[in-house]
């Protein structure tokens, strides 16, 4: 059997702020279907990865390709319409909007509800995450944070993406709210959304992805099915808290 071709392909990317190197030579591939990972600690380098491969900071060294298009120079905009789509960390909604307002600009890049389509993903966000149904015409800053997480995620779905890069699901977040976020991403995954997931809190993602990127002091440290490292007793001790046995 083959194996398809990637739907994402990082290569060997630079991220610069100023004079200061907050990523480099990071390489990263995503196949369709794959629900992969990116871990690391606070300033590790992940957001500074998502930010070079989704447009919203332009790379100095390297090349993105996306469904087998050179995206490197394409600003955010441009790679949300192509189908890559971030769900950022902090969430970044319109807090003095109403919920459904939010969903619908999430829907604009295809024309906002205009389409059948977009209305069909507006009633399966809306399955989805029966507590926003519940909250339709309620400004967004005034819900509950785990509450604002499933908007910034179902206002990403309307987006219609082929591959939704989700950074720090947890940030903020109850244990139970994260776990029943997760659930929720296994299940899109399942149903063939291609997923990458930026989080600190390694355990919660090395128990659902497939694959697992590695990221520290500005680089890809190593990679790996997840399986294998949840096992790796160096990422054990970084990442999830425990000690290497002597």
């Avoid at 977009?118 to 967004?140: D, G, M, Y």
């Avoid at 991403?185 to 997923?195: A, K, Y």
């Avoid at 694959?211 to 990442?239: I, N, T």
């Amino acid at each position: 059997m083959s194996i398809p071709d990637p739907l994402l392909s990082v290569e060997g990317i630079e991220v610069r702020y100023g004079a200061a190197t907050a990523l480099r030579a990071a390489n990263l591939s995503i196949r369709p279907g794959q629900l992969v990972a990116v871990i690391g600690n606070n300033g590790a380098g992940k957001t500074s990865l998502m930010r070079g491969l989704t447009g919203l900071v332009r790379p100095s060294a390297g090349r993105v390709m996306f469904k087998g298009e050179d995206t490197t120079r394409l600003a955010a905009h441009a790679k949300v319409a192509r189908g890559l789509v971030m769900v950022p960390e902090g969430r970044m909604l319109f807090p003095d909007q109403s919920v459904e307002d939010n969903l619908i600009l999430g829907a604009y890049v295809h024309g906002g509800l205009k389409r059948l389509e977009a209305k069909r993903n507006l009633e399966r966000s809306l399955t989805l995450f029966p507590r926003l149904r519940e909250r339709l015409q309620q400004p967004a800053g005034s819900m509950s944070g785990g509450e604002q997480q499933m908007l910034a995620i179902a206002r990403g779905l309307m987006t219609e993406p082929d591959l939704l890069v989700i950074d720090e699901l947890s940030l903020g977040l109850a244990p139970k709210i994260v776990e029943q976020l997760i659930g929720i991403l296994r299940d899109l995954n399942r149903q063939g959304l291609s997923i990458l997931l930026v989080e600190q809190l390694a355990s919660y993602a090395l128990a659902i992805t497939d694959y697992a990127y590695v990221v520290a002091h500005g680089h890809v440290e190593r990679e790996g099915p997840s399986a294998v490292l949840v096992r790796d007793p160096d990422v054990m001790a970084a990442f999830l808290g425990k000690k290497k046995a002597a």
